[in-house]
């Protein structure tokens, strides 16, 4: 049975355009999106109520944003973990991930129920098998999983059962369980979802309340909708080619949004694809769950 393709009906909600948006998260308290240019090393905030955008300019490549508290906020970057002030935007140092590989950096991250943070780390230039996925709890780094290409898709269900992460590079969903008071494995991986050699790659993912996986299909410009048991469901329509990540928002996280980028693009790629690089809302109601926060 063919998925069925859901035309676009929503809207840009930022045009604070990225070469490369990615790491998106929403915080409840603020009303607050968050989200990366990583290749600018941006970290770009939007005030959902008045639509105001802000830019801040960091002091290293960022990915992924972690809520600690009200005035803190844990970010992976190509030089390691770092918790940032929200007040005075300053940045400390937290803990080091791969000091010993410096032409790596971070790439696709969600905290687990349990408040550990998994993040995935990728060579600058998508070398094969430069990557790996960590898991930090309590200041302890975790090495989980090596030899990945391209970390994305790192995201858990609802129960924090189950882990879900994706190779771009290989476009395999893999499953694995996890202990939910902990968001360790407990087993090895198995394939959930075979996508090698279809177009567009698999990258950023969200798993929401019902326990559907919503995957980012770059180069296809398409957000997937996936059922636990890995059927595609439906494909949304994003009016951008590169959709990187999605993220739930809103009062209730009932609402998704997606990062898109240029990267790659020259001037008339990126003329017959305006939008790429902007903050997209697909238009659309889920039963979408808030992120937990990391667990210092």
Not at 187 to 195: Q, R
Request: with cysteine.
């Amino acid at each position: 049975m063919t998925a069925e393709i859901i035309p676009f009906k929503g809207s840009v909600l930022s045009a604070a355009t990225s070469e490369l948006g990615e790491g998106p998260t929403f915080d409840p308290h603020t009303a607050k999106a968050w989200w990366f240019n990583i290749v600018g090393s941006e970290l770009h905030e939007l005030d959902t109520a008045s639509g105001e955008t802000r830019v801040h300019t960091l002091p290293f490549m960022g990915s992924v944003l972690a809520r600690i508290d009200t005035g803190r906020q844990l970010i992976a970057s190509n030089k390691g973990l770092f918790i940032r002030d929200t007040v005075s935007g300053e940045f400390s140092p937290y803990l080091e991930l791969e000091p010993e590989k410096p032409g790596n950096r971070s790439n696709d991250g969600r905290v687990h129920q349990s408040g550990a943070l998994w993040i995935g780390t990728m060579g600058r230039k998508a070398e094969d098998g430069a990557g790996a996925i960590y898991h930090v709890a309590r200041g302890t780094v975790t090495k989980l999983f090596g030899n990945i290409s391209i970390t994305n898709a790192i995201c858990f269900s609802p129960d924090g059962a189950t882990g879900y992460f994706v190779d771009t590079k290989i476009n395999r969903l893999m499953r694995v369980d996890l202990d939910a008071a902990t968001g360790l494995p407990t087993g090895e991986p198995s394939v959930l979802i075979d996508n090698n050699g279809k177009p567009g790659g698999m990258d950023g993912a969200v798993c929401d309340a019902e326990g559907k996986i919503w995957n980012a299909r770059w180069g296809a410009g398409v957000v997937d909708s996936y059922a636990p048991d890995g059927t595609l469901l439906a494909r949304y329509e994003v009016p951008v080619k590169q959709p990187s990540c999605p993220a739930f928002f809103g009062k209730d996280a009932e609402r998704l949004l997606v990062t898109s980028a240029w990267q790659g693009m020259d001037d008339e790629a990126r003329k017959a694809d305006p939008k790429a690089g902007n903050l997209i809302d697909l238009g659309i109601n889920v039963k979408g769950r808030f992120e937990p926060d990391y667990l210092l």
